[in-house]
Each structure stands twice: as C-alpha cells, then as structure tokens.
C-alpha cells in the first residue's frame, strides 16, 4: 500500500532536469554522439542489443547514452522500444556454417581445417592502462591485411568430433511443433531447449558467468573445453508469401560457441562427449561461453543425470536470469512503502511490549 505525496509531480519534473544535466556533463567537453558510441563501445552496445533482443546497433547505442551508460537500464529502455514494434514475420534459421568469419578459435585442436583465427580479442593483450588513449586521436589504426584469404570451408570441430562418433548427435527438431517464443509467452515448465536458449540469450550477461563458473568449480561437475568460437556475419532471409521462397534481407553479426562437455553413457549407449550450446549478437564471446555452460547444466535430466546444483536448477536459473526483472523488483524498494512499514512498527511494538510485560511478571513471580 502507497500514501500519496505532494507536489510530486513537480519534484519529478525536476529530476528528469537533473538526469538531462548531469548526463550532458561538463559543457566544455564535447558532446558524445549516438555515432561514437556505436563504433567505439561496440562490446557495450552489443551487449544491450543481445539482452534487448533487437539487432539495431544505433538504438542500442541511443539507449546507452540516455541511461549514462548504465547497460542494465540501456537493456530496459530498448526491450520497452522493441514492444512497440509490429512482428511481420519470422525469418528463416540462421546458418552459422555459412558465417562470414572474423574470428574462429578452438581449445580442442591446435590445428584444424580453416586455420585459428584470432580476429579482434583482447585475449592476448597486456593488462595496462593504455595512457595514450587519455589523448584523442582521429586517425585510425591500421591492421595488416592477410597475405590470403580465409577458407571458405570451415567444419564445426564438432562436426569433426562426431565423425569418430564420439559426440552425441544434435537433437532433431521437432517437426510441425512451433517454436517457443519467449517474448510473447509465459514461462513455462518443465522447459524445454528452445525455451531455455532464449531465456540464456536474453539473461544478464554476470549473472550467467557466475552460474558458469560455479559448474566448474564443484558445482556442476563440468570439465569443458571450447570445441569452438566463431564470430563474423550471417545472412538473414525471409519468405515473404508471395514468393514462396527465401530470400536475403540483410546480415547480422552473431558470435557462437560450442562447448565440448564431459562423457555420458550407460549401459546401452556407449560414452559420448556431451554438448553446450550458446549463441549471442554481435561480438558477445564471454556471454556465448556462459550461456553454453548453462545450457550444458539445463540438460542434465534429458542426460540422465542427477539435479544438485544451482545452475541445474531450470526454475532458479530461468527465473532468475533476466536483469530487467531483477532490477526493477530490487529497485520498487525505493518506492513508499509507508503503510507497510508503519503496520510492521506496530507489530513490534505490540511485541516488545508483551515481551517486557512477560519479563516483568516472571521477575516479580
């Protein structure tokens, strides 16, 4: 229960002057634009459009700048946009195989058909403050460029994997059954894969890395090993109804993992690898690795495993990754609880007061 406050409209009104304010910062600097923010905190801004499910990196980046660069808000801001926006259709599945890769890296083998492609990490750079960044420069750095290009064909480690029959088989999709759409349905349990891939695609990108690093550390008996990470573009098509057939309406750039997962067998199937999956927009290769642990977790029943730990608990983990939610039910604490806090005083009063009557009445006795 809320007790009205007055003249809150007015101190509201002068809040959102104090957000303008204090947003545009110091007036002598130089305004940042939409633009900069697109090409030069581009992990940020994909970040905000994978939990915002809606590729568009210069809303993303709008929604940047109107939070300060909170990525939280940011998310909360463009999933408020996205609900506004009419559905015309549903574009067909991705083909990763087909990506145009821009880096391609495996734990699992040195070398592999299509090479190791480092592409843009900052696995291998030296943790130190870069003090020449304190100065602006407008010219831009320069990579060398390949002496060849990359091959066209580049298998799945996977793939190569399985060949030896060594990994589980993909599971098949399940024809003529609609996809679950998490946007437009309530959860639902038990759930299963696709549901759990989207609710881990939307989720709170540490929250996951912790459940992630907890299957590793006891509390999931995980060992895995980075099958592969492949990031670069891919084309997205669509059949319109008059056509009757697909064709290509953009490309977007995606960043997939394939983890590699301890054995499973039993007495009729003999030991296989197992498979984590995860799948992220943009350039989001931590969130793809902590997704596809998690989703490792998640299959444990359909495994025939044991569920004991928090990452394989699906209603804990699904219910408990979006940090849109999670902010909000944390942040309402701010919000007048008055009355509330009023009875609760009350209460205890009335408590205190028996309990200092009980102690005076055994003390005389």
Do not use: W
């Amino acid at each position: 229960m809320y007790v009205a406050v007055k003249g809150g409209e007015r101190a509201i009104l002068n809040s959102h002057k104090l957000i303008a304010e204090e947003r545009r910062g110091d007036t002598s600097e130089p305004e940042l634009s939409v633009g900069q923010i697109e090409s030069q905190l581009g992990l940020a801004v994909d970040r905000v459009m994978t939990e915002g499910s809606l590729y568009d990196r210069e809303l993303a980046a709008l929604a940047l700048k109107q939070a300060q660069g909170d990525v939280v808000e940011a998310v909360f801001l463009l999933r408020a946009f996205r609900t506004t926006l009419p559905r015309i259709g549903i574009t067909e599945p991705i083909d990763t195989a087909a990506m145009d890769i821009q880096r391609r890296v495996s734990a699992a083998f040195k070398d592999l058909p299509g090479g190791q492609v480092l592409g843009p990490t900052y696995d291998y750079t030296h943790r130190l403050l870069d003090f020449d960044l304190m100065e602006t420069d407008d010219t831009a750095p320069q990579a060398e460029i390949a002496n060849q290009p990359l091959d066209a064909l580049m298998p799945r480690v996977t793939d190569i994997v399985a060949q030896e029959d060594f990994m589980e088989h993909e599971i098949p999709v399940r024809e003529g059954e609609p996809v679950y759409d998490l946007t437009r349905q309530p959860m639902a349990f038990p759930a299963n894969r696709d549901q759990r891939l989207q609710n881990l695609a939307r989720g709170d990108e540490g929250f996951l890395t912790s459940l992630a690093y907890s299957t590793m550390r006891g509390y999931g008996g995980s060992h895995p090993y980075v099958g592969e990470i492949r990031m670069g573009e891919v084309p997205v098509e669509f059949v319109p109804e008059e056509l009757g057939f697909a064709i290509e309406i953009g490309d977007i750039v995606v960043t997939e993992c394939q983890m590699i997962n301890q054995f499973g067998g039993s007495k009729t199937e003999a030991a296989r690898f197992t498979r984590g999956y995860g799948l992220a927009l943009g350039k989001s290769e931590r969130k793809a690795m902590a997704m596809s642990l998690v989703d490792r977790a998640l299959r444990c029943r359909e495994l025939g495993e044991m569920a004991r730990f928090p990452a394989q608990d699906e209603e804990f983990v699904l219910y408990h990754t979006d940090n849109v939610e999670a902010a909000g039910f944390v942040s309402h604490l701010k919000l007048p609880h008055y009355v509330d806090f009023q009875g609760d005083l009350q209460l205890l009063r009335g408590l205190r007061a028996e309990f200092e009557a009980r102690q005076t009445k055994e003390a005389a006795e």
